[in-house]
């Protein structure tokens, strides 16, 4: 079966510290995006790569960074949490149709 | 700007009715497609259509992409407490490249035993 692994499912971090989050999958999917979701403004991408060390900023790419050092793995990084950076994050792949996501991380800034 | 609205945003109905949901946009989509996501999940694909005037079945869902690819809805027959959950259209934009998708707010429909 195939799969997009998030490596946490629920994270709580501190005010200024820098935050990584992980995914991989196993398809081999050329693209990989990382989305937030937020009640009432639905999924919103943040950034995404076509390929290895390739990326290309999404739609609200602010206070984010992302890293593709290896072609089934997709970091997004925080560089200084904020409290508004408290969301729903979900990584997907895509071959030509359709995305495959993973189970999301809910991440809680305080 | 909102490129894909999606109607109704909240649908609450009781096991057994008929539902649609509909999915609108001013902009041409060369493919559009419907998610399910449950709660503390990630979306599921559900369905792609890509030729305008397709409709596909899925069970008692029904998926129809209007003819000038600019739309399309979704209907469930009969609906079942298994249904509950946030159903999103997300559209690919004739020339965006890199399967990027543009996702409307979703519908939350809820049906009750």
């Known amino acids: 079966d195939v799969k997009v692994t998030q490596s946490s499912r629920y994270l709580v971090k501190r005010t200024g510290e820098k935050v990584f989050l992980e995914c991989v999958q196993d398809m081999d999917h050329e693209n990989m995006f990382w989305y937030r979701q937020d009640p009432g403004l639905g999924l919103r991408l943040i950034y995404f790569?076509?390929?290895?060390?390739?990326?290309e900023k999404g739609d609200i790419p602010e206070g984010y960074s992302v890293s593709r050092e290896k072609k089934e793995r997709f970091s997004l990084i925080l560089e200084s949490a904020s409290t508004n950076q408290t969301s729903m994050y979900l990584c997907a792949s895509s071959a030509r149709y359709g995305y495959t996501f993973g189970s999301g991380t809910r991440l809680t800034v305080v | 700007t909102q490129l894909l609205k999606q109607s109704p945003q909240f649908l609450s109905i009781q096991e057994g009715e008929n539902l649609t949901v509909y999915c609108n946009s001013s902009?041409?989509?060369?493919?559009l497609q419907w998610y399910r996501q449950e709660p503390g999940e990630g979306p599921v694909l559900l369905v792609t259509v890509v030729t305008g005037g397709e409709v596909k079945k899925l069970k008692r869902l029904t998926f129809q992409f209007g003819d000038a690819r600019k739309d399309s809805s979704l209907h469930i027959t009969a609906a079942q407490p298994g249904d509950t959950g946030l159903y999103l259209c997300?559209?690919?934009?004739?020339?965006?490249?890199?399967?990027?998708?543009?996702f409307g707010q979703g519908t939350i429909l809820t049906v009750h035993p």
């Open positions: 997300a559209g690919a934009k004739s020339g965006t490249s890199y399967g990027k998708l543009t």
């Open positions: 902009s041409v989509f060369s493919s």
């Open positions: 790569s076509y390929d290895v060390k390739m990326k």
